[in-house]
């Protein structure tokens, strides 16, 4: 079965070393997707164990494509009543790209008409009442070549079910595990978001570090296919809390000025079972400091319209201070605002650019020295006191 991952811009990176992690390779990427091969039980696995991906889609067809009648009978020739009853709600999801056709809307037309007259020679219905559950049909046309595909995991994969609260603008749960997963952290080392918001990065972080499927407890649409396997996810969970690292953790740390937000953030970390992984303060970043080494700040530090150009000058000034302090820490933060890295300081060792919140964003990566060979960073103690000898009243009020 020929499967694709949706990646944001700017992650596919993260989702190919994710997938070559799991042992599926060194998987192709074309269009924001990536390519891989598997059957039910890796539909299962990916969409249970996927941090980066936004999605699992199940390929059907590819074929040209130049004219509306072409996209019709390459449609209606696909086993649409594996997959569907007459009363399954199909939806269109479509993007049409440098090719003949490019009405997407029009496009979907065509290709929901096929499905359903080809439902209607099958299975012998006369009418469609839509009321059952969800078929997403997911088809790109580009240069006049047709991929048509469905959509197995239903809601995105960003959807893990621990954030139910907002604050601000917070970051997508995939965005925020690319980031984590392309910067220095690894599970042991000292870590600290000092913007932490409603707690997405620390969080990330920590399912990172327990090695906790993101996709536990959550259903996909593919489960209630007519051609797929009944048991897949339960046996794809249980493998995964397998693997699950259930022993005391260095904890991680995360601070906001707003106790507002820890108070959620906090909230979020306990409905994702990693509360006791995170040590959450409610204090400005510009008191943060710590006598741990070879540790790592991976933040998404305000840039929005809430701050003007002058107050976030400063803030961006201040926070590269904060990380000139910690001389062999290494930093990694995203953010849209045209001024951070000068404001910020220094010569980052990488840019890669990310869309978050639809927003053009730029990730920039400071690295700091390397631990010599077999130097073992401390069990976080360090941190833990500083912390609380710098905000022994303010936290979480």
Same mark, same amino acid.
């Given at each position: 079965?020929?499967?694709?991952?949706?990646?944001?811009?700017?992650?596919?990176? +993260?989702?190919?070393?994710?997938? *070559?992690?799991?042992?599926?390779?060194?998987?192709?990427?074309?269009?924001?997707?990536?390519?891989?091969?598997?059957?039910?039980?890796?539909?299962?696995?990916? #969409?249970?164990?996927?941090?980066?991906?936004?999605?699992?889609?199940?390929?059907?067809?590819?074929?040209?494509?130049?004219?509306?009648?072409?996209?019709?009978?390459?449609?209606?020739?696909?086993?649409?009543?594996?997959?569907?009853?007459?009363?399954?709600?199909?939806? &269109?999801?479509? *993007?049409?790209?440098?090719?003949?056709? &490019?009405?997407?809307?029009?496009?979907?037309?065509?290709?929901?008409?096929?499905?359903?007259?080809?439902?209607?020679?099958?299975?012998?219905?006369?009418?469609?009442?839509?009321?059952?559950?969800?078929?997403?049909?997911?088809?790109?046309?580009?240069?006049?070549?047709?991929?048509?595909?469905?959509?197995?995991?239903?809601?995105?994969?960003? *959807?893990?079910?621990?954030?139910? *609260?907002?604050?601000?603008?917070?970051?997508?749960?995939?965005?925020?595990?690319?980031?984590?997963?392309?910067?220095?952290?690894?599970?042991?080392?000292?870590?600290?978001?000092?913007?932490?918001?409603?707690?997405?990065?620390?969080?990330?972080?920590?399912?990172?570090?327990?090695?906790?499927?993101?996709?536990?407890?959550?259903?996909?649409?593919?489960?209630?296919?007519?051609?797929?396997?009944?048991?897949?996810?339960?046996?794809?969970?249980?493998?995964?809390?397998?693997?699950?690292?259930?022993?005391e953790l260095p904890p991680l740390f995360a601070c906001d000025i707003a106790p507002k937000a820890v108070e959620i953030?906090?909230?979020h970390a306990a409905r994702a079972g990693v509360a006791r992984d995170i040590r959450f303060a409610a204090a400005d970043?510009?008191?943060?400091?710590?006598?741990?080494?070879?540790?790592?700040?991976? +933040?998404?530090?305000?840039?929005?319209?809430?701050?003007?150009?002058?107050?976030?000058?400063?803030?961006?000034?201040?926070?590269?201070?904060?990380?000139?302090?910690?001389?062999?820490?290494?930093?990694?933060?995203?953010?849209?605002?045209?001024?951070?890295?000068?404001?910020?300081?220094?010569?980052? +060792?990488?840019?890669?650019?990310?869309? #978050?919140?639809?927003?053009?964003?730029?990730?920039?990566?400071?690295?700091?020295?390397?631990?010599?060979?077999?130097?073992? +960073?401390?069990?976080?103690?360090?941190?833990?006191? #500083?912390?609380?000898?710098?905000?022994?009243?303010?936290?979480?009020?």
């Amino acid at each position: 079965m020929q499967l694709s991952i949706p990646a944001a811009a700017g992650t596919e990176a +993260s989702v190919k070393r994710e997938l *070559k992690r799991m042992g599926y390779g060194d998987c192709p990427a074309l269009q924001g997707r990536v390519a891989v091969e598997g059957d039910w039980a890796d539909i299962a696995r990916l #969409n249970v164990c996927l941090r980066t991906g936004e999605r699992v889609l199940l390929t059907l067809a590819r074929f040209p494509a130049p004219t509306f009648d072409a996209l019709y009978e390459g449609v209606f020739a696909l086993p649409w009543e594996e997959f569907c009853t007459p009363h399954t709600r199909i939806l &269109m999801d479509g *993007k049409c790209r440098e090719s003949a056709l &490019m009405a997407v809307k029009a496009a979907g037309g065509v290709v929901k008409k096929a499905v359903i007259e080809r439902l209607r020679q099958k299975l012998g219905a006369r009418t469609f009442d839509e009321r059952g559950e969800r078929l997403v049909v997911d088809f790109e046309i580009f240069r006049d070549e047709a991929v048509i595909s469905v959509d197995t995991s239903g809601d995105g994969l960003h *959807k893990r079910g621990y954030r139910v *609260k907002t604050y601000d603008a917070p970051l997508r749960e995939t965005a925020a595990a690319s980031i984590v997963e392309s910067s220095f952290f690894h599970a042991g080392k000292p870590f600290a978001d000092l913007f932490c918001g409603s707690g997405t990065i620390p969080i990330e972080a920590a399912l990172y570090m327990r090695r906790i499927a993101p996709g536990k407890g959550r259903a996909f649409d593919f489960e209630r296919w007519k051609c797929a396997p009944a048991g897949l996810v339960k046996e794809a969970c249980a493998a995964a809390e397998a693997e699950e690292v259930k022993g005391e953790l260095p904890p991680l740390f995360a601070c906001d000025i707003a106790p507002k937000a820890v108070e959620i953030a906090r909230f979020h970390a306990a409905r994702a079972g990693v509360a006791r992984d995170i040590r959450f303060a409610a204090a400005d970043m510009r008191a943060f400091s710590s006598k741990e080494r070879y540790g790592v700040i991976v +933040s998404n530090p305000p840039y929005g319209e809430r701050l003007h150009e002058k107050d976030l000058t400063g803030l961006y000034r201040d926070f590269g201070k904060t990380f000139r302090a910690l001389p062999d820490w290494s930093c990694v933060f995203l953010s849209a605002y045209a001024g951070a890295e000068r404001a910020f300081g220094g010569h980052p +060792s990488k840019k890669r650019r990310l869309s #978050n919140a639809r927003l053009a964003c730029t990730l920039y990566t400071y690295e700091g020295k390397k631990p010599p060979p077999l130097c073992k +960073s401390g069990d976080g103690s360090e941190v833990i006191v #500083n912390f609380q000898k710098e905000f022994p009243k303010r936290v979480d009020k």
